[in-house]
T-cell receptor, first 116, second 116 residues
């Protein structure tokens, strides 16, 4: 079975400072990893994904994430946070093993609060 | 990019009535759609997988007679909450995967259901 852990319920950061949101995963096969952001009362917006290739993935709104196979991690980062980045962030994994199908498994979510 | 439209965004209904939520893929065909439920400050819980032309696949613990899913066409899936009760109040989100396992899923805007 696949699982995703986001160890921090909330991350507080001052505007202009670096932002990191942690994610670790567990899958039986090769992982496809995703980050999504959710604003209040809205659906999820795709930020970035790791499929294969370069471990550092760049995505929307200046976000990037680094895939670390040995640590089974896929932390989301942004060099300089903005107040508008305040939202709920979800890490998700899709196990490409046949039994898992197309299902995404989500982490518990991390609320990011960027203070001016 | 691909868009998934979910309607309504908010609905208030009386206990005992039924509510239908629609999920449409606007510029692509979706043979599969997923329905999630999200409690306040929590992650997304997969309720069921909607399959065009066949029965939906429900996750363990989800009542299929309570949450009726119909995938009428390649662009439309509906979730009907039957005989709603206050405990059914929640945020419901649909998603549709793009073709190919490497692509990200697209999410609807979500529906806030309040049962009074």
């Amino acid at each position: 079975a696949q699982s995703v852990a986001q160890p921090e319920d909330q991350v507080n950061v001052a505007e202009g400072n670096p932002l990191t949101v942690k994610c670790t995963y567990s899958v039986s096969g090769n992982p496809y990893l995703f980050w999504y952001v959710q604003y209040p009362n809205r659906g999820l917006q795709f930020l970035l994904k790791y499929i294969t290739g370069d471990n550092l993935v760049k995505g929307s709104y200046g976000f990037e994430a680094e895939f670390n196979k040995s640590q089974t991690s896929f932390h989301l980062k942004k060099p300089s946070a903005l107040v508008s980045d305040s939202a709920l962030y979800f890490c998700a994994v899709r196990d490409m093993g046949k039994a898992a199908g197309n299902k995404l498994t989500f982490g518990g979510g991390t609320r990011v609060l960027v203070k001016p | 990019g691909a868009v998934v439209s979910q309607h309504p965004s908010r609905v208030i209904c009386k206990s005992g009535t039924s509510v239908k939520i629609e999920c449409r893929s606007l510029d692509f065909q979706a043979t599969t759609m997923f329905w999630y439920r999200q409690f306040p400050k929590q992650s997304l819980m997969l309720m069921a997988t909607s399959n065009e032309g066949s029965k939906a696949t429900y996750e363990q613990g989800v009542e299929k007679d309570k949450f009726l899913i119909n995938h009428a066409s390649l662009t439309l899936s509906t979730l009907t909450v039957t005989s709603a009760h206050p405990e059914d109040s929640s945020f419901y989100i649909c998603s549709a995967p793009s073709k190919g396992g490497t692509a990200e899923a697209f999410f609807g805007q979500g529906t806030r259901l309040t049962v009074v």
